[in-house]
């Protein structure tokens, strides 16, 4: 291109850049005699329709007389290519005074003053920019130093990319500075201009966007999330100017400043209330010596593979067709960091996510990650459609309350099933029937949630979900030909080659909709990559770069763990050529970093104030996610609570929940949560897990049956015997009913080892149902040896305790589970002796009045 010349006219000096839009030239004008910058667009860049908008609001631009808006002189083609020609200006763009980190605090206000002017200036001539970032903002200094801005490239963004969301998700152009209504498609107006001119003060003031991280992410959270605090992360303003820029970053364009040049006038009474060393104070300074701890999400390593992997996978289903992918990794690898990265691509694309977690078996209960689904759907559904349009789940709900007691707190499902039970007893018969009525009932439940459209459903710690395996391959092929993709995850650590998971996976091998994805350690590379970002950005030093990687093996949540660790106590810090170190009275520290994850959580915990520590320990005691209100409740007579929860939210130790509106909190790392609670004393730890039983027990009176699992863990955790072997039993028996062997298995073991115990002084006939329970299970899942024992121990203990007619009822079980076991002659005898059994009590009973009668 050099030495050409554009329109018979222009004769092209020197390239000045490439941009995504295309490439800028110095030229010269000859019949003006000056020098101009000449931007070319190739046509690929331009649609017809992009273009003739793009030329007339050129029109419009060209007419503009600003001191802050750069001028088109002409417009014109060039081989297909479109052109035009502005002056060339001195200095350089925002951007590069960003880099440098020479803002001063009155800087940002006149740069923010200027563009908030020129804006005001074009959205009067009906003209918004669509895209204000640091590149579009040309700045330069005067001999006193003042800065002036100056606004380009109005009207172009648009143009070169009027679709700015395709249908594949993707987002052309910068993200971090779109307003809400630009993600949604929605229409917008010169406000939009004002978010984004928020989102650069914002960067200007605390050294990066609001929102940061993988672009689908920064999507969503532009539109669902809040920008933290510029002075929690460090940035010295006063709460007036931070006022006024979180005002530019509402949500809706309704809260934002009606004009740009109220938020102009808005800065310039600000600025004028300034001192002289107010005005000259070094932003970018302030806020890199701190070193803080990004409080954002940080920007996604080491995982690009199993990512493209995933969005292969999310586009085949929306496409129509079911896929299965499955994460495995031990613990704090990444899997639930690659699942929420997925979910922010699919919500950014209207994609429904819906969301469970099979948790540790003793808090669980039967298929809990379906019943968390339908309980995410009924959460999140849009409240803004008409009855007519939703679900309708009145030949549901009637099995799914009787399957999922919980689900009787969410109304539209109580209301489905109506006031008469029968639908609700109907459905108990059919699960006592057939298991498949129940995993039929599951994926026609979700089929129906769904409505045809694409859905992610993301199941989490399927290495927890040993007692729903068979329910989760049938609901993966029953929804063969629905736009659904169904992601798991599990811990490597947590099975082994007998555990049901993957003997399912195994079934699955082959299958061109099934993937299994494996997450390893990061690289180096990605590992030190990783720490940057962590300590707040900045370079590493060797050394430290490959201390930190032995100490963590690559472990990315090991690693933020132990430089959150290193970061409070002051042992990373810059050195003399401003790199990150080690830190100590004379320089680098010799000593050796933790030699495992827990120790640094201990250090860093060690490190709180007495009441914080203590209070962590209480919410340790609640699970890893818990209720405001519950820690409310057991931390009784803690003053500030609410501020002691703030602070823990801002270090990190604690997070939101999604959805929950600030009622739902959870320890961000589950590590976290475990060392907390291996710390209690177990005289501490017993009493707090009594306390939320019996606060439990109050709560949901009348309606006990939805908390079972929880009420046996805190209970038995509590050592109060007879409270875990009641819910126990119950908790069993609903398994039963459920079509849940497995877990009533388990719980009935657990029953058992109480009963059996020589310091039990409650009711014996209890040992006799907890056998009887487990004959029942035994015998469902097929093990005829382990029933027949079981039966001859119940047996045993009703005859003992006066109970004929439970020990008739053993018999005949125990008679049907070796008929089934194809143990005939057993069958047989066991048959013999229960008509022996029930001849007897009949002769005893007709010896005397008032006697039992059979069930």
Known sequence: MMGTRLASRYEILAELGRGGMGVVYRARDPVLNR??????????NLSKDAEERFQREAQIVGQMDHPAVVPIHDLGRHEGALFFVMPVLPGSNLRHLLREGSLRLGDVLDVGMQVADALDYSHARGIVHRDIKPENVMTARDDGGQIRARVMD???????????????????????????????????????????????????????????????????????????????????????????VFQCLAKDPEKRP????????????????????????????????????????????????????????????????CEFVVVAGEPGIGKTRLVDELKNLARARRIRVLSGRFVEHDRSFAHQGFCELIQDYFRSKDTGLSASSRP?????????????????????????AGSDTGGVKAGEARKAEDKIAIFELMARTLTRIAGGKPVLLALEELHGAAL???????????????????????????????????????????????????????SPSEHRALVEVAAGGGRLTDDLAERLFAATEGNPLFTKELVRSLLDSGGIARDDSGALNLSGATGI???????????????????????????????????????????????????????????????????????SRGDRLAFASGIVRDVLYGALTRRRRRSLHRQYGDLLEKRHQGRLDRVYPELVHHFSEGDVPEKAVNYGLKLAKTSLEAFSPEEAIRVAKR??????????????????????LLLQALRMAGHTEAALREAEAAVKLFEREKQPARAVEAILVAADAAWNGRKVEEARRLVERGIEAMAGAKRKRSRRAGGWSWP
């Not at 020098?35 to 690929?44: E, F, S, T």
């Not at 309708?392 to 489905?416: H, T």
């Not at 329910?471 to 995850?489: D, E, M, N």
């Not at 029953?751 to 009887?772: I, K, N, P, S, V």
Request: charged share 30%; hydrophobic share 40%; with cysteine.
């Open 589 to 659: 520290s010799s000593d050796a970093l933790p030699e495992t994850i827990q120790q640094a959580v201990e250090a860093r915990i060690e490190r709180f104030p007495e009441e914080l520590r203590e209070l962590l320990s209480t919410a340790s005691v609640l699970g890893k996610s818990f209720e405001f209100r519950d820690l409310e409740t057991l931390a009784e007579g803690v003053k500030g609570l609410d501020d002691a929860v703030d602070k823990l939210l801002r270090e990190g130790i604690l997070e939101e929940e999604r959805e």
């Open 258 to 321: 009606k004009r740009a040049g109220h938020l102009a006038d808005a800065l310039r009474r600000y600025r004028g209330k300034l001192r002289e060393e107010e005005f000259g104070r070094s932003v970018v300074f302030t806020a890199s010596r701190m070193l803080p701890r990004p409080a954002v999400a940080a920007p996604f390593i080491g995982r690009e593979k199993e990512m493209a992997e995933l969005q292969r996978r999310l586009h085949a289903a929306v496409a129509g067709e």
């Open 468 to 522: 729903s395996i068979e329910a989760l391959q049938y609901v993966v092929r029953r929804l063969g030909p629905t736009p659904t993709l169904i992601l798991g995850t599990y811990r490597q650590t947590e099975v082994d080659k007998r555990h049901p998971l993957v003997k399912m996976l195994e079934s699955f091998r082959g299958d061109p909709r099934f993937a299994a994805l494996t997450l390893g350690p990061l």
């Open 392 to 416: 309708d789940f009145s030949d549901l709900a009637g099995d799914l309350l009787a399957l999922f007691p919980v689900l009787s707190e969410i109304g539209e499902l109580r209301a489905a």
């Open 35 to 44: 020098d101009v910058a000449i931007k070319l667009i190739p046509p690929g």
């Open 751 to 772: 029953a058992l080892e109480y009963l059996q115990d020589e310091d039990w002084e409650g009711d014996r006939t209890a040992e006799g149902d907890a056998h009887f």
């Open 154 to 244: 109005f009207g172009l963004a648009l143009a070169t990319s009027e679709d700015r969301l395709t249908k594949t998700g993707t987002l052309i152009g910068t993200v971090a500075y779109l307003s809400p209504e630009q993600v949604t498609s929605r229409s917008f107006d010169g406000r939009s201009d004002i978010y984004s001119l928020g989102t650069v003060l914002y960067e200007c003031l605390a050294g990066e966007p609001p929102f940061t991280g993988e672009v689908q992410s920064i999507l969503y959270r532009i539109v669902h999330e809040l920008p933290q605090s510029l002075r929690a992360l460090g940035a010295d303003v006063s709460e007036e100017l931070e006022a006024a």
